[in-house]
Each structure stands twice: as structure tokens, then as C-alpha cells.
């Protein structure tokens, strides 16, 4: 079908080529049929030969394809041969009338217009064709739209690929195999072994399209008739040509003198003449300018006096350590270097240090250069610049304003006395009220009572061979000494026998009034604590009576008017606290026992003033209102492990000692967190106490073998908040076993200290 | 005025000399005023040979002398020099008798502590130490050691006082709030067995320990300090005095008693007088030395009371800073030395017209000072005990006016002459005592009675050990 169409476009190309007037694509070839024909003799012959084409085409229209293909093919190769075709013009006269009349005929339905040419010949004029999208587009190359598939993929299919039309574009018929074969061994010309993609056939190459490619492979121009390398052709050479290249008559300038060359000279002539020109003048001489010159002194001159004009601020010269090598006296020593260094770049008063060299060309480059540039360009630039807030504050004026440790003397500052006696550690101490004896529980059982300043032993009551004395009280009152000491869960309640004999007795009534009151309630509950007659041996030593309790006692405290006395014994849960009324011999839990579930309590003290109770457990401190029998308030130090409390003697303030190394102020008033945090010591906190003899001083004692004091001023201003000064570190106790000074205790008027050690000693501070 | 002595006879133009001003307060030891000029390379000694050769003294004394309250230890060039003054101006030096370094004589241990220490008065035949100690008892030593008397345990506690009445008596009194007198005659063989004395009387008043115990021999009476706040006056004239009865024995004086043999009875008093002014313990209580209606006291309460014997009430009160632990009356100076619990000394003039609380204050110790005795040679000069365990050795003329002014009021501050060590190198100095006899004698913790004694060293250049 295709061979047949190409052959039918063909020949109907030829037909028009042969009129005179074809549609505008044809026109262009019209010289070349032209120039073909100027060789050939008789135009007519060929058209002649061409109507015969036609009209077999038209006559054989009905036949058989491969008849009308056979003729074509015989053909279309012998076109050139055509002219030597002798036999047909004959026929062709005839014919020619025919297809005359034909062509008429078949015109108005082709629309094909009919002129009479310049020639006086019939022209025909077909219509443009209308490229719509119906129409014919037969002579379109039939594309394999297959697109960028791999011919490959086609191998087990009878076609190779789709027209536009979605039909299947067949495979041409192979040749069979032994034709193949026959191909692959004599490989036929231009065999390339491709297959071309559209058709499916040998992509076979011409000789041409060979050369083609050879030359495309040494980079040639692929043009035929090409020549990269012409002859030269010397236009403009040595040789003078007989025959000038131009006809041109010289111009006039050539030969006439230039009237400007005239004027210029006349000017210097006229210059000479009247004497402005010197035509042999001397040059000045370069040596008479001075070899050293102010080289500020032809500054710009003022311009006039404008708005716009801001003249630039005249600098001053430079003086003598701006210079490389300034005299010895400009140069800075090592203080004012330091200084200078010192200071930051925007203070100092000058950008540069004077330094010396040697000579001129051992100045180093100025390595500020960068800078100054970046700097420059960012002035240029208008650049703001953040001017940085130097603080130049004394980091000690931004400290609180505390006072000296000198203004706030007396304090005790150094060891005047050292207690020993006791074998282990001391585990407790406390000052007698008349401020003449001090107390002291140890670990190997005893109390002993001791003289103060002297550090004379002047009682010691062995109370148990194998339990520690944990705490010694003085009772607060200045009438009947009494002295009670925990040991084991024994209270021991002493008069010790270093008193006058009516003070010594009246301690004694005191404590023995309450024997018949105890007996008539005898039965009646079981109480926490046993009141009762100790040993003979102990009674001859001063021992009056004794509380047993279920656990050990590690903590004693009496309330101000010494009737009461609260003792914590920490490993009975259930009865931890217990409060004694020493008048009636009766013991008592004031807590129902599960109101004290959260924590063990540590310690425990009396308000000083008020019915409240203070119970320490691990964590919290508890205020219980005794009159109301409720809890009234608890505070929240923030200690893992509180070690101790006391309670300022006015009442409205608390020191807490925890065991985390941390020694806390509480403002009862103020908030259920410490006012204040002081963290001095590296270790553990054993015990804290105020004075309460008038003296603005408490002091905590530490596991780190050190007592520390401080200044606790409470204002009577409730708007003035506690002035917390530390005041001295007292140094002395030694470290034993990891345990440091166990107990401190003030002296009741003076401002005198004293601690209990492990190390075995008490000592006294002044 | 007449032009200025050249001293030296054969004049060095290479050496610089002074003008100087030699004075003195020892009316004995006076020369006629006037002006000198030595060479400035001089030292003490070549001061002291000058002044000996201006008083024409047979046989040589040895002077110290004392440029504005300090002691000259170098040349004068070197004090000029230090001083930042110039040799252009005329020096005032005050000469004094060159107090000499005691030296350590010996020690005598005793058994326990001992508390207090009081030398024999010089119309003793034979100069005795008696002491007092923490056992209880008081004992009679000879200057060479021997013990030759012991009392009996009357005391059931320390005794914290002793001081002889006469060279046959003396008192005693301890913590056991008890004062009793006992009677001692010297016997003529000192090679004799310790003999146990017996007491004759017992004086109760005080209900807590009894401090100090102050006698005055003209007129017998005594006072006694004691930590209850009161000050007791007492005679030793029994006849004087209320008769009292023993307290009612407790457990503890029972069970001394038991342990011990029963006490002699001894006759009981009461006290003429007691004197409440104090609200603390009263540490010392000291009669005026020359007025007998006139005592002064200490007491923790940080005050210095005068008494008046004679009403028994309190004439004025000086308060000073500090907690006292002791006083003395330097007599002839009028002035009062106060030993304080924050380690220093502090000078008082106890005449009330006298403005200011305190005239100067003698640093050096490093605990608190217990005892204070003056000199018996120079009324210019004191000794102090201290539980730091020294002694130390004061001249009241050696005060300068420090340049840091203290918060005491005033600013003189003195530095101690000489420092003695106990010999034990351990323990608290508890008491003191000064006698031309014996010497300086000091009591203290290591259980010694230690002697020392500023003798026979005539020519030993003086180091200051402070």
C-alpha cells in the first residue's frame, strides 16, 4: 500500500511539476525542471509522456494492485528514459486530447480554476489544500508510535509497533532463516546491524550516508564539495597590481597642506613673535625644590563659606610616640603596658602603644589593618554599632552589707577549755542555769558535771556499763537543781550533789512529791512511762527517780517551768513522744498513735513562751497547740534528714540542723519555708542552739569536726527581717570515726560555747 | 640652761649624737636634771653605766630604760630610726632599776591539781608555800620542798582559796562553800614527818563555791568572794561573828563522810557582812591595801565593784567589756589590774573622779587570766597567771598608745616583759604568788608548785620574749 502511494504522489508530482503554475511549494523547483529542460529538446515530448502516465493510472484504476505496481516499478527507474522512449509519441498525440477533455470534465468538481496562461495555454490553478483535520494525510511518513520502547520488547509479537491510528504496525516480513543466515555471512553493503525502529527493517546505510558518517568521525564537514583547504587568493600583497583596485581619482587631501597643521603653527609663530614663546627657554631645574617638605603644608584650600561644605576636622600632627623610634622617655614601662592592656580598647587613651624599632624598615604592618578597615566600612556604612554597658561595679558592693565580725563582739572565738574524762564519745552537753557547772553524757554511761572555766570534774555518776548517755538537760529553773539525763530508756532525773544542801534538798521535794500521786493512779492505764525509785547505790549518788519507757531515749527537753519534761525516743513508732509531768510521776503520749505516722520524730521542743509543741520528724517540722490539742501549723524545711531544732528564745523564730549539711532559719511568722539557707559546713549537721542569755548568737555543730557561729539579730520591727551574720568557725574537735562535735550547748549569760565531741572531750569557747 | 654635757671624753666626729633627757619616778634614784648628749650608737648598757656614773653609786645598778612607754632594746639609733624621729630633738628617757628575767628555780608535785598558792608573809621566820588543791586539802611546803604540814579532809570538796592569816594560821575555802581557819605552828625540826593540821573554824555563808578569800592582817578581817553573787566579810575574831549551825547533811556529804574519817568538830560562823551587788559569780574580791573600809571586786558580770566595809554598800561600779576573772590593787600607783575572761588585763583607776572606765590594756595571754599579783620590789610591776598556762611579767610604765583604737575607750596598750612557761609544758596556771622570799611562785594544772626567780643575773641582756 505504501509503495503504491509513494509511486501515486510521485507521479502526480511529476504531473504538476510539469504546469506552469503550481501551488507555491512547487514553485521553487520550477528552475531546477527549468534548467533540466534547457538541455532537453522538446518540452512537449516529456509532457506528452507524463499524460500517458496519467492517464494509464486513471485507466487502470479498477486492476489488480500488483499489475499496476509492476508497471510502476518498471517505471519509475526508466523515467530518465523516458526521452529515449521512441515509441510512444506516436500514440501520445491522442491521448493528450483525451485527458484535455478529461481534465475539463473532472474541473469543476476538483474546483481546479483554469486560466489562459501568459502563453495562451490553459493554466490550471488547484486550491490550496486545506490542511483540516480530516483531511488526507496520507502522505504523512507513517510514525511507530511506540515511543521510547526498546524494539526488543516486540521480538515474540507479529508487529513492531502502532500508527497513530492504533493499528498495528506489522513486522515486515522476514527473510527465512537461511536468508538470514546467508545475510549474516556475507554481509550485504551498509549492513550496520540496526533495525530501524520504525519500520522494523535492516537499517541499512548508502554510500553516502557512509561517507557521511566517516566524515562526521574525523570531524569534517559533512557538506559535499567542501574544501577546508582553497587555494590562497593574495589580495593585498608586494606585488604592485598594473590595474588599481579602485578607479577612484585621488582625493585632494593627499596632496593639498592641512589648513589645521597652518593654524597651529601660525598660533606658535604668532606666539613666537610676540615673544610668549621662548624657543630655547632653559628647563627649571628639579634641584632647586626643597628635599624636605611640609607635607601638611598644602592642605586643600577653605572652600567658601556653604551650607553643604563641612570641612574635615584638621588633625593634629602626629608627636613624638606616634613615631617608629621615640625617645626612650615616651616609651611605656612594663606597669603602664600592663595597664594598658588591661584596659579595655574603648578607655584607653590612646590607640596605640609607643614601641621602637631600629629603622624604618623593620616597622612591622600594622596588624590592626583588617579591623580598622571593617571598622571604617561600617562607619561609612552608617552603621550603629550596640555601645556595650560596661559594668564597672566592685562585685563586693553588689555583696549584702553585713556587718564586721568586730562590730559584733563579744563571740566566742577560741578554746579555753578542754574537758576530759569521758572514755568515747561525748554525746551530750548542757550548762547548768546558774552558769557555774556544765553537765556531759558520753558514751561510756556516765554523766559527770564539771567545773567551767577550770575544766574540773567535780561529779561523775556511772549510770550504765554498756549504754550510751544520749542527752543531759539542765532543768531551766533556777530553784532545785535537777538534772535529767537519758540512758538506754531509762530518764534519770539527778540532783547532783555539788549544791548548796537547801538547794540540793529542794531539788529532791520536788521530784519525790510526786511518789503518792502516782501510786493512788496506779492501775488505772497503762501509761507510757514508769516512775520509780532508783537503785540505793544510784539514790546515794543523787538519783532521785526514774522513767522507764519502752525505747531508747535519745532526746530530752524541758518545758521553761520545768514541771514538763518531753523526751523522743525515735524507734518506738507508736509512743515516740511522751511527756512527763515530774509533780505527779505521770507520763503521757500526746499523740494518738497513728497521728504521727508520717516520719520519726527527731526532736522536740517547748515554745518558749506559748503551749505549743514542736515535734521534728525526718522532714517536717509540727507545731502542736497543747491547749487546743491540735496541730497548728507545719513547716516545710526542705531537709532530707533534720537533725536538730531549737527555738529562738523569743519564740518566733527556729533553727533547723539537717543532717544534708544544711542549717536552716525559719521566720515562724513569715512562711512554712526557711528564710534563710545557710550551707557552711561540708558535712552533716548534729546540732544547732541559740543563746538564750541575752546574746544575739546561735551556732551550729557539724560531722566536719567544726562549731560555727553566728550572729541572729531578730528586730522588734516586724518589718525588718533577722540579720544573719556568720561570725567564726571554732576548730578543735578531732574527727573520730566519721563523727565531729556530737552537741553544743551556750553558756546561760555569758557568750561562751560548749561542745561535746566524739573525740571524747567537751570543750569550752570564749 | 646650761650647754649640753658631752659625754662621751673622746669625741668621734664619725658619730651622730642625741640630746637626751634622763628622768625617773624612783625619787631614790633621782640626778639632777639635765641635758646630756651621748652618741646615738649608745645601747642600755651604755645608758646604765652613764646613769650609775651620775649617781655615783659604789656599787653598780642595773637600769632599763623606757622611751615613750617602750622598753629600749637596741641603740638609740635604731629606736630613732624606728620611731621615724629625728636625733635633732632631745630624747626624754625615763630610767627604771633593770627588772631582771625570773628564772626557772624548780617544782614541787603535788597530787592532784592545784588551785591556789599563797606565800608566807615576810614575818614568818621561815619563808612556806601554802597551796591549796583539788583533792580538798591545803598543804604547807618549805621553800625546799618538804611538806610540812597537810590538812585533814575537812573540805569535801576542792579547795579553790588559801591565805595565811598570820604565820600560824591560815584559811581555806573551796567548793565546798565552806571557809575554815586552821592553826599551824611552824615547828622548829623541818626534817619531822608531815603533820596533819586540825581545823579551829568553820565560816558558812555561801551557797555556791567560794572564789578568792582576801585578809587584811591590821585589821582581821577578811572577805570572801563566792559564785552565788555575794562577797562575804568575815573576822577572825570569832567573837565578832553570829554562831551558826551546820547545814543538814545530804546523801553526798554522808557518804564523804563515811569514807573518810569523821571531820573535828570546828566551831561554826556567820558573816559579819555579805555584800550583794553582783548579779554574776564574783571571781576575786581584794581589800584596798592601805584603806581598810575600801574593797574592790571582779565578777563575771564584767564589772569592777568598790565597797565600803562600813555600810557594806557598793560605791561605784566600773563596767567593763568582758567577763573578770581576777583583780589586784596596785597600791601606790592607785591603780586596779583586772584580769578578764577574753584574755587580757586591763588597768583601772578605781577613784571615782576618774573619767575613764579603763587607762590600758596588757594583751599577750591567750586564755583567760585567773590570777594577778604585784611585784614585791617594783610597785610598777605585776605578774599574771592564765589558763593559757603562763605567767607573765608586766611593767605599768611600758604602755604605749597603740595606733589602732579599740572599743575598750582607750587606746594605751602594754606588752608583757617576760614570759614564763610551766616547766611541765602542760596545763592551766590556777594561781599566783610573789614574794621577795621566795620568788615568783605559780600553781597550776600539771600539779606543780613551779618557783621562779629573777637573781643573780645581773648582766643578762634582755630579750623581749613577747
Known amino acids: 500500500m505504501t509503495a503504491k502511494a509513494t509511486t501515486r504522489k510521485r507521479s502526480r508530482a511529476e504531473v504538476e511539476s510539469e504546469k506552469p503554475v503550481l501551488s507555491s511549494e512547487d514553485e521553487f523547483e520550477i528552475p531546477e525542471i527549468n534548467g533540466d529542460e534547457d538541455s532537453s529538446d522538446d518540452s512537449d515530448f516529456t509532457a506528452g509522456d507524463e499524460d500517458s502516465d496519467e492517464e494509464e493510472e486513471f485507466s487502470s484504476g479498477a486492476e489488480d494492485e500488483e499489475d499496476e505496481e509492476e508497471i510502476d516499478s518498471d517505471e519509475i527507474p526508466s523515467e530518465d528514459e523516458v526521452s529515449s522512449k521512441k515509441d510512444r509519441p506516436t500514440n501520445g498525440d491522442v491521448p493528450d486530447e483525451e485527458e484535455e477533455e478529461e481534465e475539463e470534465k473532472i474541473e469543476p468538481a476538483d474546483n481546479v480554476k483554469v486560466v489562459t496562461g501568459a502563453d495562451g495555454n490553459p493554466r490550471y490553478i488547484y486550491p490550496e489544500i486545506e490542511p483540516v483535520y480530516d483531511s488526507d494525510d496520507t502522505d504523512a511518513e507513517e510514525t511507530n508510535t511506540i515511543g521510547n520502547i526498546p524494539l526488543e520488547y516486540y521480538e515474540n509479537y507479529p508487529h513492531v509497533g502502532y500508527d497513530i491510528n492504533g493499528k498495528r504496525i506489522m513486522r515486515p516480513a522476514a527473510g527465512k532463516a537461511l536468508d538470514t543466515l546467508l545475510d549474516s555471512i556475507e554481509l550485504p553493503k551498509g549492513w550496520t546491524g540496526l533495525v530501524d525502529k520504525n519500520s522494523g527493517a535492516a537499517l541499512n546505510l548508502t554510500e553516502e550516508e557512509l561517507e557521511i558518517v566517516k566524515k562526521l568521525q574525523r570531524s569534517e564537514i559533512t557538506d559535499e564539495g567542501f574544501d577546508p583547504y582553497p587555494d590562497m587568493v593574495e589580495w593585498f600583497s608586494s606585488k604592485v597590481e598594473q590595474m588599481p583596485l579602485s578607479s577612484a581619482p585621488e582625493p585632494k587631501r593627499r596632496f593639498v597642506p592641512s589648513k589645521h597643521e597652518q593654524k597651529r603653527i601660525m598660533k606658535i609663530v604668532k606666539g613666537i613673535r610676540e615673544g610668549r614663546i621662548l624657543p630655547h627657554k632653559p628647563q627649571a631645574e628639579a634641584s632647586q625644590e626643597p628635599e624636605f617638605y611640609d607635607i601638611w603644608a598644602d592642605d586643600a ?17 602626629p608627636t613624638h610616640d606616634e613615631s617608629y623610634n621615640p625617645p626612650p622617655e615616651y616609651l611605656p614601662n612594663e606597669k603602664e603596658k600592663k595597664e594598658w592592656e588591661e584596659q579595655d580598647p574603648e578607655d584607653r587613651e590612646k590607640n596605640y602603644l609607643p614601641r621602637t624599632h631600629k629603622a624604618l624598615r623593620l616597622v612591622p604592618g600594622f596588624n590592626g589593618f583588617i579591623g580598622e578597615r571593617f571598622e571604617r566600612c561600617l562607619d561609612l556604612y552608617l552603621a550603629p554599632r550596640v555601645r556595650r554597658n560596661k559594668l564597672n561595679i566592685d562585685p563586693a558592693s553588689l555583696l549584702p552589707k553585713l556587718p564586721s565580725p568586730d562590730d559584733l563582739k563579744p563571740f566566742p572565738t577560741t578554746c579555753a577549755t578542754v574537758y576530759r574524762g569521758h572514755e568515747g564519745r561525748v554525746r551530750s552537753v548542757a550548762a547548768d542555769p546558774t552558769g557555774v557547772w556544765v553537765a556531759t553524757g558520753g558514751d561510756d554511761g556516765t554523766v559527770r558535771v564539771w567545773e567551767i572555766l577550770t575544766g574540773r570534774q567535780v561529779w561523775k555518776l556511772k549510770v550504765s556499763s554498756d549504754e550510751a548517755v544520749d542527752s543531759v538537760t539542765w532543768r531551766p529553773t533556777t530553784e532545785g537543781r535537777i538534772l535529767a539525763a537519758a540512758c538506754g530508756n531509762e530518764i534519770l532525773l539527778v540532783v547532783p550533789p555539788i549544791f548548796d544542801s537547801e538547794e540540793e534538798n529542794q531539788g529532791k521535794e520536788i521530784l519525790s512529791a510526786g511518789y503518792g500521786y502516782a501510786a493512788n493512779r496506779q492501775g488505772k492505764k497503762e501509761a507510757p512511762g514508769t ?65 504521727l505516722t508520717k516520719g520519726i520524730p527527731q526532736r522536740v521542743q517547748f515554745h518558749p513562751s506559748k503551749p505549743l509543741l514542736f515535734v521534728a520528724t525526718k522532714r517536717y517540722i509540727k507545731i502542736y497547740d497543747l491547749a487546743k490539742a491540735e496541730l497548728s501549723k507545719t513547716l516545710k524545711p526542705g531537709a532530707r534528714w533534720i537533725s536538730s531544732i531549737d527555738i529562738h528564745p523569743q519564740g518566733d523564730n527556729l533553727i533547723v540542723g539537717s543532717y544534708d549539711k544544711r542549717l536552716l532559719w525559719h521566720d515562724l511568722d513569715l512562711s512554712t519555708k526557711p528564710y534563710r539557707t545557710l550551707r557552711y ?86 | 640652761m646650761t650647754e649640753a654635757m658631752d659625754v662621751d671624753s673622746a669625741p668621734d666626729n664619725n658619730t651622730a649624737r642625741i640630746q637626751i633627757n634622763l628622768s625617773t619616778r624612783d625619787t631614790s634614784l633621782s640626778i639632777p636634771l639635765q641635758p646630756l648628749r651621748v652618741p646615738t650608737n649608745f645601747k642600755r648598757y651604755g645608758l646604765s653605766t652613764l646613769v650609775n656614773h651620775l649617781l655615783g653609786a659604789p656599787k653598780p645598778i642595773p637600769f632599763d630604760f623606757l622611751i615613750d612607754g617602750t622598753y629600749l632594746r637596741s641603740s638609740i639609733d635604731e629606736y630613732l630610726t624606728q620611731a621615724g624621729l629625728s636625733s635633732e630633738k632631745p630624747l626624754d628617757i625615763e630610767y627604771v632599776r633593770s627588772q631582771l628575767p625570773p628564772t626557772y628555780i624548780g617544782s614541787f608535785e603535788q597530787d592532784d591539781w592545784i588551785s591556789s598558792v599563797h606565800l608566807s608573809p615576810s614575818t614568818s621566820p621561815s619563808p612556806t608555800i601554802l597551796t591549796g588543791s583539788f583533792n580538798g586539802s591545803a598543804q604547807i611546803t618549805s621553800f625546799s620542798g618538804d611538806i610540812l604540814a597537810r590538812t585533814v579532809p575537812m573540805h569535801t570538796q576542792s579547795v579553790k582559796a588559801v591565805t595565811w592569816v598570820s604565820s600560824s594560821s591560815f584559811l581555806t575555802a573551796g567548793l565546798d562553800r565552806t571557809i575554815n581557819l586552821w592553826s599551824y605552828t611552824p615547828e622548829s625540826d623541818p626534817s619531822s614527818d608531815t603533820r596533819e593540821i586540825l581545823p579551829t573554824t568553820t565560816y558558812i555563808s555561801h551557797k555556791s563555791t567560794i572564789t578568792s578569800i582576801s585578809h587584811s592582817p591590821s585589821t582581821n578581817q577578811f572577805l570572801s568572794s563566792s559564785s552565788d553573787h555575794t562577797i562575804a566579810v568575815w573576822s577572825t575574831d570569832s567573837s565578832l561573828l553570829p554562831t551558826v549551825t551546820l547545814p543538814q547533811s545530804t546523801a553526798f556529804t554522808r557518804k564523804r563522810r563515811r569514807l573518810s574519817s569523821k571531820p573535828p568538830n570546828t566551831i561554826k560562823k556567820g558573816p559579819l557582812a555579805v555584800l550583794t551587788a553582783h548579779t554574776a559569780p564574783v571571781s576575786q574580791v581584794t581589800l584596798h591595801p592601805t584603806d581598810q573600809t575600801a574593797a574592790y571586786s571582779a565578777s563575771w558580770d564584767k564589772s569592777i565593784i568598790t565597797h565600803d566595809l562600813i555600810t557594806s554598800q557598793p560605791v561605784s561600779t566600773r563596767t567593763t ?10 597600791s601606790r600607783l592607785n591603780l586596779l589590774a583586772a584580769g578578764s575572761a577574753a584574755r587580757h588585763i586591763t588597768l583601772h583607776d578605781p577613784r571615782e573622779d576618774s573619767r575613764v572606765v579603763q587607762t590600758a590594756v596588757l594583751r599577750g595571754h591567750t586564755n583567760g587570766v585567773v590570777s594577778i599579783v604585784g611585784s614585791p620590789e617594783s610597785e610598777f610591776t605585776f605578774a599574771s597567771g592564765s589558763h593559757d598556762g603562763t ?36 596545763g592551766k596556771v590556777f594561781g599566783i604568788d610573789w614574794s621577795r622570799d621566795i620568788g615568783l611562785v605559780s600553781v597550776g594544772e600539771d600539779k606543780k608548785i613551779q618557783i621562779n626567780r629573777g637573781e643573780g643575773m645581773a648582766d643578762v641582756t634582755v630579750v623581749d620574749q613577747s
Request: proline share 7%.
Open chain 1, 301 to 317: 584650600p577653605p572652600k567658601p563659606d556653604h551650607v553643604m561644605n563641612i570641612p574635615a576636622p584638621k588633625l593634629p600632627p
Open chain 2, 321 to 330: 567589756q568582758h567577763p573578770l576573772l581576777s583583780i589586784t590593787a596596785l
Open chain 1, 681 to 766: 559546713h561540708d558535712k552533716g549537721i548534729r546540732a544547732v542552739s541559740f543563746h538564750r542569755g541575752g546574746f544575739p548568737l546561735f551556732c551550729s555543730s557539724s560531722d566536719d569536726g567544726t562549731v560555727q557561729v553566728f550572729h541572729g539579730r531578730i528586730y522588734s520591727d516586724l518589718m525588718e527581717n533577722a540579720l544573719i551574720v556568720p561570725l567564726k568557725v571554732l576548730k578543735g574537735h578531732k574527727i573520730t570515726s566519721h563523727l565531729g562535735v556530737l552537741d553544743v550547748d551556750w553558756h546561760p549569760k555569758q557568750p561562751w560555747l560548749f561542745s561535746a565531741g566524739a573525740d571524747g572531750t567537751a570543750r569550752l569557747w570564749n
Open chain 2, 391 to 426: 605567767v607573765r611579767v608586766w611593767d605599768v610604765r611600758s604602755v604605749s598608745s597603740s595606733t589602732t583604737t579599740t572599743d575598750d575607750g582607750d587606746n594605751r596598750e602594754g606588752r608583757s616583759l617576760f614570759v614564763i612557761k610551766r616547766e611541765s609544758g602542760i
Open chain 1, 531 to 595: 516512775w520509780s525509785k532508783p537503785d540505793p547505790v544510784l539514790e546515794e549518788e543523787g538519783v532521785v527517780v526514774t522513767i522507764t519507757v519502752r525505747k531508747t531515749v535519745k532526746y530530752i527537753a524541758w518545758h521553761r517551768r520545768g514541771d514538763y519534761l518531753v523526751t523522743v525516743s525515735p524507734e518506738d513508732v507508736r509512743r515516740a513522744v511522751c511527756i512527763h509531768r515530774v509533780s505527779t510521776h505521770l507520763s503521757q503520749t500526746p499523740f494518738k498513735e497513728k497521728s
